[in-house]
C-alpha cells in the first residue's frame, strides 16, 4: 500500500519567518517518486518539484528547499523567509513504481501574515 | 507552449443532468489524468488515459462516470445523473512520457462542478 502523510494541517507564520512543511511517505517499492505542489487561493495545481528514490540529493531552489531521507521515509519542504505570496495550501504526492497515479497528502495550509 | 486547458471552469448542473468535462493536455503530451478534490476527501486519482486508451480507472466510480480521450480532441470526462455529492472541484493533468520514465504531471486550472 502507499500512503502520503502531511501531519500539519494549517500553519499561520509571520513573513521572513522560515517555515518547514513535514512529508512522510509509505511504500512498498523500492521505486517511487516523490512530488511537492502547490495550490494557491485561485485553486490551481502548481508542480514545485519531483525527485526519484535513487537520487536522495537535497535540492535549493531561491527561497525553497527539500529535505529528502530514505532512512525517515520522509520528504520535507523548507520556506525561507516567507512572503505573503507564499500563501497556499501545498501538497506533497508520490507515485509508486509501475505505477502512474499520484497518491497526494491531505495536504498543508499555508497562510503568511505581512 | 499553452498549458494544460480545462473547460469549462464553472459548471452547475441540476440533479439527475449529465456533466461533461473537457481537458485539452500540453503540447506533446500524450497522458492525461483526471482527478477529483472534495473538501473532506482530498485530492484523489480517477482515471489515466492515453489516447484512444483507458490504461487505469481504478479510481473511477463504477456507475455513472466515463472518461476518454479520443484519436482527435480532448479527453472528456462524463458524469451521467449527477448528484450532489458530485460537487466538486476536477482537475485535468498531463506528462510527457519518455522512454517508460515518470516525469511529473502538469495540471490544469480545473472544473468546479456545482450540483443542484
Known amino acids: 500500500a502507499q500512503k502520503v502523510t502531511q501531519a500539519q494541517t494549517e500553519i499561520s507564520v509571520v513573513e521572513k519567518e522560515d517555515v518547514t512543511l513535514d512529508c512522510v511517505y509509505e511504500?512498498?517499492?523500492?521505486?517511487?517518486?516523490l512530488f511537492w505542489y502547490k495550490q494557491p487561493p485561485s485553486g490551481e495545481l502548481v508542480f514545485l518539484i519531483r525527485?526519484?528514490?535513487?537520487?536522495?540529493q537535497n535540492e535549493i531552489s531561491g527561497r525553497y528547499s527539500w529535505n529528502f531521507q530514505k532512512s525517515t521515509s520522509s520528504f520535507n519542504f523548507t520556506i525561507t523567509a516567507s512572503q505573503v505570496v507564499d500563501s497556499a495550501v501545498y501538497f506533497c504526492?508520490?507515485?509508486?513504481?509501475?505505477?502512474?497515479?499520484?497518491?497526494f497528502g491531505k495536504g498543508m495550509k499555508l497562510t503568511v501574515n505581512p | 507552449n499553452a498549458g494544460v486547458m480545462q473547460n469549462p471552469r464553472h459548471l452547475v448542473r441540476r440533479r439527475g443532468q449529465e456533466a461533461r468535462l473537457r481537458c485539452s493536455p500540453m503540447?506533446?503530451?500524450?497522458?492525461v489524468y483526471w482527478y477529483r478534490q472534495l473538501p473532506e476527501e482530498g485530492l484523489k486519482f480517477m482515471v489515466y488515459?492515453?489516447?484512444?486508451?483507458?490504461?487505469?480507472e481504478s479510481g473511477m466510480p463504477k456507475e455513472r462516470f466515463s472518461a476518454e480521450f479520443p484519436k482527435e480532441g480532448p479527453s472528456i470526462l462524463r458524469i451521467q445523473q449527477v448528484v450532489r455529492g458530485d460537487s466538486a472541484a476536477y482537475f485535468c493533468?498531463?506528462?510527457?512520457?519518455?522512454?517508460?520514465?515518470?516525469?511529473?504531471?502538469?495540471f490544469g486550472p480545473g472544473t468546479r462542478l456545482t450540483v443542484t
Open positions: 488515459l492515453q489516447k484512444e486508451n483507458i490504461i487505469d
Open positions: 504526492a508520490l507515485i509508486q513504481g509501475g505505477s502512474e497515479k499520484l497518491v
Open positions: 511504500t512498498r517499492d523500492t521505486t517511487y517518486y
Open positions: 525527485r526519484n528514490s535513487f537520487d536522495e
Open positions: 493533468a498531463s506528462s510527457p512520457i519518455v522512454a517508460g520514465l515518470i516525469y511529473e504531471q502538469y
Open positions: 503540447k506533446g503530451h500524450s497522458h
